[in-house]
């Protein structure tokens, strides 16, 4: 599965403008095969972005998506529009690709945790993944990690955990993350990667 992101970070007193032209980008990846997901980031590293997700099940599925969005009428105007009055700093898209877990599109809260790796260490990362897998099968909660295919830093990992709400969320550090298993996981964690960058996601409807 490849995932591709752009993050807008608003201008002030333009959250409504990026929010409406963020609607329009997700139904344009959408109506070109994209499984599309808006996030704001509520706490954590670039807090009150803009994500704008888009799933595929295949590169060539993205990339050729691409193309027919590049040549739609609609993300013309949309891309005029920007150009002519900018309400915000956007980046991206960047690439990545799932190597491990997966999540459930139901879920409206996820938290990421961006460790810088080197490949080298990618089997023992999916070892500690494993046992995070197995800590948490009887937990309300859903674990995908991913690396960068397509992005400004090739050296990283990023693990998600998905949860149904923000309330589940904050239950789920208390009892899982605070717990010592998960701890002396973080630790071991540590000779692997550096863990160097986390945030909070609520999806937006």
């Known amino acids: 599965m490849f995932i591709s992101r752009r993050i807008a970070r608003p201008h002030p007193g333009k959250i409504d403008l990026v929010m409406d032209r963020t609607h329009q980008l997700a139904g344009i990846l959408s109506r070109h095969g994209a499984s599309t997901r808006i996030s704001r980031v509520v706490a954590g590293a670039g807090a009150g972005d803009i994500h704008v997700y888009a799933r595929y099940d295949t590169m060539a599925a993205g990339t050729g998506a691409n193309v ?3 040549n739609d009428p609609a993300y013309k105007k949309l891309t005029s529009e920007r150009g002519a009055n ?3 700093d956007v980046t991206g898209p960047e690439v990545f690709r799932s190597i491990w877990g997966g999540m459930n599109p ?8 961006t460790y810088a790796m080197q490949r080298s260490n990618m089997k023992a990362a999916i070892g500690l993944l494993e046992e995070i897998g197995t800590l948490m099968k009887d937990e309300p909660v859903t674990v995908m990690a991913g690396i960068p295919v397509l992005a400004s830093r090739m050296d990283t990992m990023t693990v998600v955990y998905g949860f149904a709400d923000m309330h589940d969320f904050g239950e789920g550090v208390d ?3 605070m717990s010592p298993e998960f701890q002396d996981i973080v630790t071991r964690a540590d000779e692997v990667g ?4 986390s945030r909070v996601l609520q999806a937006i409807s």
């Not at 550096?194 to 960058?197: P, R, V």
């Open 86 to 88: 900018p309400a915000a």
């Open 106 to 113: 139901s879920d409206t809260v996820r938290m990421h945790r």
């Open 175 to 177: 009892r899982i993350g």
């Open 68 to 70: 027919a969005m590049m």
């Open 194 to 197: 550096t863990l160097f960058e």
